[in-house]
């Protein structure tokens, strides 16, 4: 069993440069999410979809975008690089609003240099 | 403002005995808790959660109490073994009055159990 498979796992950018981080989940999910975790804090959200086609900003959004084209899959976008976006996002999936229990990929880490 | 709080950065322990982590929230209204164990370089995976009308829930070394009158819980692990070490978060769900159903986490704990 897959679960949620993030790619890439590790990834050092410039300053400005863009990239996709690449989430999918195989256990038919409606719910998907995007975490980031700073050293010493917590999961902050970042962005969420209730379905194929919907998506909502969570938290803290600001310099990012995302997609839901199918049901599988969720890729966050960074567009802009910014030092302040260091840190190792994880992407997480449930099959209905009113449960807590999130399965959650293995995680990106993500260095801007 | 943080709405789960975890006081605690880190906890250090004596396998064998017990762990007991420490979590505070401040929205009554939140209808679920839970507890997830994450280890390095891995996501966070699940480990028991309990709903806001309990006060308690077991699922064998682990325990977690509910407190609503004092907005706290804690998660007690007895006996605690070497391969409990890990982060664990604090998280709250609310699934009425239209939420979104978004889980909300505290900092964590980081919890050493010594052989």
């Known amino acids: 069993n897959a679960g949620v498979t993030q790619t890439p796992k590790f990834r050092i950018l410039k300053i400005g440069q863009s990239m996709t981080l690449q989430c999918a989940q195989d256990?038919?999910?409606?719910?998907m999410y995007w975490y980031r975790q700073d050293p010493g804090m917590g999961l902050k959200l970042i962005y969420y979809?209730?379905?194929?086609?919907?998506?909502d900003k969570g938290e803290v959004p600001n310099g990012y975008n995302v997609s839901r084209s199918t049901t599988e899959d969720f890729p966050l976008r960074l567009e802009l690089a910014a030092p302040s976006q260091t840190s190792v996002y994880f992407c997480?999936?449930?099959?209905?609003?009113?449960?807590?229990?999130?399965?959650f990929g293995e995680g990106s880490r993500l260095t801007v240099l | 403002d943080q709405q789960v709080k975890q006081n605690s950065p880190s906890l250090s322990v004596q396998e064998g005995r017990i762990s007991i982590l420490n979590c505070d929230y401040t929205?009554?209204?939140?209808?679920?808790f839970l507890w997830y164990k994450k280890y390095p370089a891995e996501g966070p995976t699940f480990l028991i959660s309990?709903?806001?009308?309990?006060d308690k829930n077991e699922d064998g070394r682990f325990t977690v109490f509910l407190n609503k009158s004092a907005k706290h819980l804690s998660l007690h692990i007895v006996p605690s073994q070497p391969g409990d070490s890990a982060v664990y978060f604090c998280?709250?769900?609310?699934?009425?009055?239209?939420?979104?159903?978004?889980?909300?986490f505290g900092k964590g704990t980081k919890l050493s159990v010594k052989p």
């Open positions: 979809s209730v379905g194929a086609g919907i998506t």
């Open positions: 929205n009554s209204m939140f209808d679920y």
């Open positions: 998280a709250a769900l609310r699934v009425s009055g239209g939420s979104q159903g978004n889980l909300i």
């Open positions: 256990m038919n999910h409606n719910y």
């Open positions: 997480a999936s449930k099959a209905i609003a009113n449960t807590g229990e999130l399965f």
């Open positions: 309990i709903s806001s009308i309990k």
